[in-house]
């Protein structure tokens, strides 16, 4: 531990080359969720980020109403993972550690206590879709950041801690390793085919489709890392979200709702995870988001790098076409 040591710091483990965010603040976080319990409501009367609970969080916006009507709120993390910090000491050269540059901001995309993501209104999630692209470019526009990451950790076995409905978005000073292995992929199956990877792989995942629109389709990819993971990317070569048109954000509100209540339908009360993968400085790059569901926690094959899955995307297709056709 450095001596100018603040709380939120990264060390590269020399192992492998992996960095990992350490932050011990974590450690004071409230948290409604206990350790891989099911139990998915808490008391609304303890939720710091009800009506009238402003003054409790650095609020950076409130959308359709003021503090006793907002119909969406953005708020600083109190508990950040990443912080703006500068004066940090050089680091060790075998022993490397640096610091957890950044910004990370909640979005509450819904005044409800204890209402899942998936039962939302379609004008809700539009409004979240845009309150995304707004504060993705607003920090984006910040010095020395390259990377925002928006996600939700949807449910007690998600890794969330908070029950009230959230998106979360962390802003780095780089890419992260999973973007940067899908960036490699990308360009060298472009380098040799001419063509965008995921356009080619829409085209081979016919029978593993979940849903299609006019501008948008949803299919469970032939290699799922995640027992019923699915992908949901715009048929339009775009790299991030802030490039959607309306009738594309619309389109991707369709798709990625139907997916949501369809898995609550199929799996009951789901605790998921929803990924954005994009990236703001790389054309070539095609946005997709990520679903997966949290059925099956890991075991040690995987921390050997082998992903195992006991559904085959074959038949949570089925399963969820079936499903889709009663709704
Ligand atoms: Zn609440
Ligand atoms: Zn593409």
């Known amino acids: 531990m450095s001596d100018t040591f603040k709380g939120e710091e990264i060390r590269i483990d020399y192992r492998t080359g992996v960095k990992i965010i350490f932050s011990n603040v974590r450690n004071n976080k409230p948290t409604d969720f206990s350790e891989l319990s099911d139990k998915w409501e808490s008391d609304v009367s303890k939720c710091p980020f009800e009506y009238g609970k402003e003054s409790l969080n650095k609020t950076i916006k409130l959308v359709g109403g003021d503090e006793h009507s907002w119909k969406l709120k953005v708020i600083e993390n109190k508990f950040p993972l990443l912080a703006p910090q500068f004066d940090f000491l050089p680091k060790d050269k075998f022993l490397k550690e640096e610091p957890a540059f950044g910004y990370c901001e909640v979005i509450f995309e819904t005044p409800l206590h204890n209402v899942r993501f998936s039962q939302l209104e379609k004008e809700d999630y539009l409004r979240w879709l845009d309150a995304i692209i707004e504060r993705e470019n607003a920090l984006y526009s910040r010095e020395r950041i390259k990377y925002v990451y928006t996600f939700k950790n949807e449910g007690p076995r998600s890794g969330a801690s908070l029950s009230h ?11 992260s390793r999973t973007i ?4 490699a992929k990308i360009k060298e199956f472009f380098d040799k085919e001419k063509e965008c990877l995921y356009e080619y792989a829409v085209k081979q995942e016919k029978e593993r489709i979940l849903a299609e629109n006019e501008t948008f389709i949803a299919f469970a990819p032939f290699g799922s890392r995640i027992s019923a993971e699915s992908v ?3 048929k339009r070569h775009i790299s991030y979200v802030g490039l959607l048109s309306k009738e594309e954000k619309s389109d991707f509100i369709g798709i990625l709702s139907k997916i949501i209540k369809i898995n609550d339908s199929i799996f009951g009360k789901l605790s998921y995870n929803l990924l954005f993968h994009e990236l703001k400085s790389d054309d070539m790059f095609h946005f997709h988001v990520e679903i997966y569901p949290r059925v099956i926690t890991f075991a040690s094959i995987e921390f050997a790098g082998f992903n195992t899955n006991q559904i085959f995307p074959e038949s949570y297709v089925k399963t969820f076409l079936e499903k889709s056709s009663l709704e």
């Open 232 to 234: 949901i990317m715009p």
């Open 165 to 175: 409905a959230h998106t979360q978005m962390m802003a780095f000073d780089e890419i």
């Open 180 to 183: 940067k292995e899908e960036q």
